[in-house]
């Protein structure tokens, strides 16, 4: 069963220099309330995963522009004007993967899989800036890319039951089930209610409850 905890609770269990997959796309899926504790916790140097880098104001963003991210792992991050000046002055590393390659690094990480082997970068900037190593396989070059796994998985669902059964609506489902898979330990805050074990339709649960660590109920609920 997952522990129910406040924000600020959840947002002490990730530390300085973790690995944190943080799920949303353009801010949507991302807690914003762990976010926020995070910030207020002065959690340093973390290496962040996210599909993109939100906006100074919401998601990921407001990470980066507090000074708490040392590298970060995207596949877009254009809403984010402080990232090119940061990565410039030598304060933050980026690193920019094909949204595919991406999600199916995170992916290859929470199933178990060496890696993921893609044509996506071939002769591209992809593979000039050393992302990804060429290989040949039977004739046929790939780009070996390695699994990205965490520490520390933060997501935001729509509803979850007390054992951790997730779901997500629409596209706040994002990244979100597949960040919830490759990490050490999963906080999901709960937009609506969290319910009694057994409430939840069982055919639209997106993650099992036994991926999930920590629910955090979002305030006002």
Same mark, same amino acid.
């Given at each position: 069963?997952?522990?129910?905890?406040?924000?600020?609770? /959840?947002?002490?269990?990730?530390?300085?220099? +973790?690995?944190?997959?943080? %799920? *949303?796309?353009?801010?949507? *899926?991302?807690?914003?309330?762990?976010?926020?504790?995070?910030?207020?916790?002065?959690?340093?140097?973390?290496?962040?995963? +996210?599909?993109?880098?939100?906006?100074?104001?919401? $998601?990921?963003?407001?990470?980066?522009?507090?000074?708490?991210?040392?590298?970060?792992?995207?596949?877009?991050? *254009?809403?984010?004007?402080?990232?090119?000046?940061?990565?410039?002055? $030598?304060?933050?590393?980026?690193?920019?993967?094909?949204? %595919?390659?991406?999600?199916? @690094?995170?992916?290859?990480?929470?199933?178990?899989? $060496? *890696?993921?082997?893609?044509?996506?970068?071939?002769?591209? /900037?992809?593979?000039?800036?050393?992302? $990804?190593?060429?290989?040949?396989?039977?004739?046929?070059?790939?780009?070996?890319?390695?699994?990205?796994?965490?520490?520390?998985?933060?997501?935001?669902?729509? /509803?979850?039951?007390?054992?951790?059964?997730?779901?997500?609506? @629409?596209?706040? @489902?994002?990244?979100?089930?597949?960040?919830?898979?490759?990490?050490?330990?999963?906080?999901?805050?709960?937009?609506?209610?969290?319910?009694?074990?057994?409430?939840?339709?069982?055919?639209?649960?997106?993650?099992?409850?036994?991926?999930?660590?920590?629910?955090?109920? @979002?305030?006002?609920?």
């Amino acid at each position: 069963m997952a522990k129910i905890m406040s924000a600020k609770e /959840a947002a002490s269990y990730i530390k300085s220099g +973790s690995v944190v997959h943080a %799920g *949303g796309f353009y801010a949507v *899926g991302t807690p914003d309330n762990i976010i926020d504790e995070m910030i207020a916790q002065g959690v340093k140097d973390i290496t962040v995963v +996210s599909n993109d880098g939100g906006t100074p104001d919401e $998601g990921v963003g407001k990470l980066i522009y507090a000074g708490c991210v040392k590298k970060f792992i995207c596949s877009w991050c *254009g809403l984010t004007p402080i990232i090119p000046e940061l990565v410039e002055k $030598g304060e933050m590393e980026l690193e920019l993967n094909p949204q %595919g390659t991406l999600v199916e @690094r995170i992916r290859a990480a929470g199933f178990g899989l $060496g *890696g993921v082997l893609t044509p996506t970068g071939l002769d591209t /900037a992809i593979e000039e800036n050393g992302l $990804g190593k060429r290989m040949n396989l039977d004739g046929k070059d790939w780009l070996y890319h390695t699994p990205l796994k965490a520490n520390v998985a933060i997501v935001e669902a729509y /509803a979850a039951d007390k054992n951790g059964n997730l779901i997500f609506r @629409r596209t706040q @489902r994002n990244f979100n089930d597949v960040m919830c898979t490759a990490a050490d330990l999963v906080i999901a805050s709960v937009v609506n209610p969290i319910v009694e074990m057994g409430e939840l339709d069982p055919d639209s649960i997106m993650v099992p409850g036994t991926f999930v660590d920590i629910l955090v109920q @979002r305030e006002g609920q």
